[in-house]
């Protein structure tokens, strides 16, 4: 199966800043079948990006996804208060779907 | 506007089973894949397999082979995960999540709210 590595582990940022996220998989991932979720203490997860970088409904543009391969990128253009979270990346090319670890943008 | 509502939290002991529903509404049950993903305390996301509401169709993740199985009523759009042969590492929230119509591209774009499964003796 096709392991997701997300870097950071946790970032510190203050609102208003802008972020980068890395997910990197251990072999391609075919037709760029990747996602990126948010999820918030005590929710479930919730769909941003699919297909590497298409936005998924009523998700701000400030949110986007970009990369293909082995390596992809997720960035907030400008954190709003709402965007702190954890952040996880989910491949979708090959069975079984797989999930990297998360990445966590917490307030500085 | 599409909703999944889970099944209340259980507590179980080791070696005993357990049975978590999902209750869709807002669109059509027999269009879309329904997933299940859990989440161990504090620990990332696991895959564990889907259904295809229109024909029972299933898949498993090969890890939980042989003590999951999921079935769906169509009459009440309910989908359930069965679990069976519990241990302390099944102690996580299940969460069930629609996937595509095609079968094609298993990203989720809608979520339950999760059910808390414990197991403890």
């Known amino acids: 199966e096709i392991v997701l590595t997300q870097s950071p582990g946790t970032l510190s940022l203050s609102p208003g800043e802008g972020v980068t996220l890395s997910c990197r998989a251990s072999?391609?991932?075919?037709?760029?079948?990747l996602a990126w979720y948010q999820q918030k203490p005590g929710q479930a997860p919730r769909l941003l990006i699919y297909?590497?970088?298409s936005r998924a409904t009523g998700i701000p543009d400030r949110f986007s996804g970009s990369g293909s391969g082995t390596d992809f990128t997720f960035t907030i253009s400008r954190l709003e208060p709402e965007d702190f979270a954890v952040y996880y990346c989910?491949?979708?090319?090959?069975?079984?779907?797989?999930f990297g670890q998360g990445t966590k943008v917490e307030i500085k | 506007q599409v909703q999944l509502v889970q099944s209340g939290a259980a507590v179980k002991k080791p070696g005993a089973s357990v049975k978590v529903s999902c209750k869709a509404s807002?669109?059509?049950?027999?269009?879309?894949?329904m997933h299940w993903v859990r989440q161990a305390p504090g620990r990332g996301l696991e895959w564990m397999g889907f259904?295809?509401?229109?024909?029972?169709?299933?898949t498993y993740a090969e890890r939980f082979q042989g003590r999951v199985t999921m079935t769906r009523d169509t009459s009440t759009s309910t989908v359930y995960l069965d679990l069976s042969s519990l241990t302390s590492d099944d102690t996580a929230v299940y969460y069930c999540?629609?996937?595509?119509?095609?079968?094609?591209?298993?990203?989720?774009?809608?979520w339950g709210q999760g059910t808390l499964v414990t197991v403890s003796s």
């Open positions: 807002g669109y059509t049950f027999s269009n879309f894949y």
């Open positions: 259904i295809v509401p229109y024909n029972d169709y299933t």
């Open positions: 072999q391609s991932v075919s037709s760029r079948y």
């Open positions: 999540a629609r996937g595509d119509t095609s079968g094609w591209e298993h990203f989720f774009d809608s």
């Open positions: 989910q491949q979708y090319g090959s069975s079984p779907p797989t």
């Open positions: 297909g590497a970088s």
